[in-house]
C-alpha cells in the first residue's frame, strides 16, 4: 500500500469516527414511521372542532320576582258604598233611650304600605252618614260618624283579589233631633271582606262588605251605632 492510499483511509476512517455521534442523536430524535402516520392529520382533513359545553349555569340564589299583578309596595284604597246604619240614642236629660234604622252613605280612604307581599298596614278613615231617623216620633238627622286609626288588610295569595281587613280607633260624630243636638266622641271597630279585580298592573277595582261598630257620647246623648254598608272599591296597590 502506498503511502497516498494510507494517507486517504486514515481522512476517511477520521470523518466517520467525528460523524457517528450525530447521526446517532438524529435517529433517536426523529419519530418512526408508525408514529408520524399516529399523529399526522389525513391530507384534506380539518383539525377537529372544539366541543359545544352544554353546561347550564346554576339559577341566581335571588331570583327576581315578579313585581306586575302582586300585591305589593305602596297601599291606597278608597271605597264608597250605601247600606244601613242602625242607632241606639240615649237621652241624658230626659233619662229615656230609643232605637231607630236609617239609609247610609259610607266613605272610606286607606292609606298604608306592605311590609310584605299581601299584607298591608297603616291608617285611615271610614265614615257613615244616616239621614233621617224617628227615635218614637222623636225624628232626627242626620247621625254623622268618622272612625279614624290603624288597620291592616290582607289578600292570602298575593296574586289574587280575595282580602280582609280591620281598623280599630277613636270615632267622633253629631246627631240632631227634635229635642237635642250633640256633638259625639268615642271609639270603635270595623272590618271588610271582599274582592278586586285587576284593572292594570297596579290597580283592581272590586266590592267589599263592610260592617262597623261604635259608641259615641256627648254632654247631652250618647250612641251605640252599627251599621253594614256595600261597598264599591278602587286599589292601588
Known amino acids: 500500500m502506498t503511502t497516498s492510499n494510507i494517507t486517504g483511509?486514515?481522512?476517511l476512517l477520521l470523518?466517520?469516527?467525528?460523524?457517528?455521534p450525530a447521526f446517532a442523536e438524529?435517529?433517536?430524535?426523529?419519530?418512526?414511521?408508525?408514529?408520524?402516520?399516529?399523529?399526522?392529520t389525513p391530507a384534506g382533513d380539518s383539525p377537529p372542532a372544539p366541543r359545544m359545553d352544554l353546561s347550564v349555569a346554576p339559577p341566581p340564589s335571588n331570583p327576581l320576582e315578579r313585581s306586575d299583578y302582586v300585591h305589593n309596595g305602596f297601599y291606597l284604597r278608597i271605597n264608597v258604598g250605601a247600606g244601613i246604619l242602625n242607632t241606639t240614642l240615649r237621652d241624658t236629660k230626659a233619662d229615656r233611650?230609643?232605637?231607630?234604622t236609617s239609609f247610609a252613605l259610607g266613605t272610606d280612604l286607606l292609606v298604608g304600605g306592605s311590609p310584605s307581599a299581601g299584607f298591608a298596614l297603616g291608617g285611615g278613615v271610614v265614615t257613615d252618614m244616616g239621614f233621617t231617623y224617628d227615635f218614637d216620633g222623636n225624628r232626627g238627622g242626620p247621625l254623622i260618624q268618622g272612625l279614624v286609626g290603624?288597620?291592616?288588610?290582607?289578600?292570602?295569595?298575593?296574586?289574587?283579589?280575595?282580602?280582609?281587613?280591620?281598623?280599630?280607633?277613636?270615632?267622633?260624630?253629631?246627631?240632631?233631633?227634635?229635642?237635642?243636638s250633640s256633638g259625639l266622641f268615642g271609639g270603635g271597630a270595623t272590618a271588610w271582606g271582599g274582592y278586586d279585580i285587576w284593572a292594570a298592573p297596579e290597580w283592581s277595582v272590586g266590592f267589599n262588605l263592610r260592617i262597623m261598630g261604635s259608641y259615641l257620647a256627648g254632654t247631652d246623648a250618647s250612641t251605640t251605632n252599627f251599621s253594614s254598608h256595600l261597598m264599591i272599591t278602587v286599589l292601588n296597590h
Do not use: C, M, Y
Open 97 to 100: 233611650s230609643a232605637n231607630a
Open 150 to 180: 290603624p288597620f291592616f288588610d290582607a289578600h292570602p295569595n298575593n296574586k289574587d283579589g280575595w282580602h280582609l281587613g280591620v281598623l280599630l280607633g277613636g270615632a267622633g260624630g253629631s246627631i240632631s233631633t227634635d229635642a237635642l
Open 26 to 40: 438524529d435517529l433517536v430524535a426523529r419519530p418512526s414511521d408508525n408514529e408520524t402516520q399516529e399523529n399526522a
Open 9 to 11: 483511509f486514515l481522512s
Open 15 to 20: 470523518v466517520t469516527t467525528l460523524s457517528l
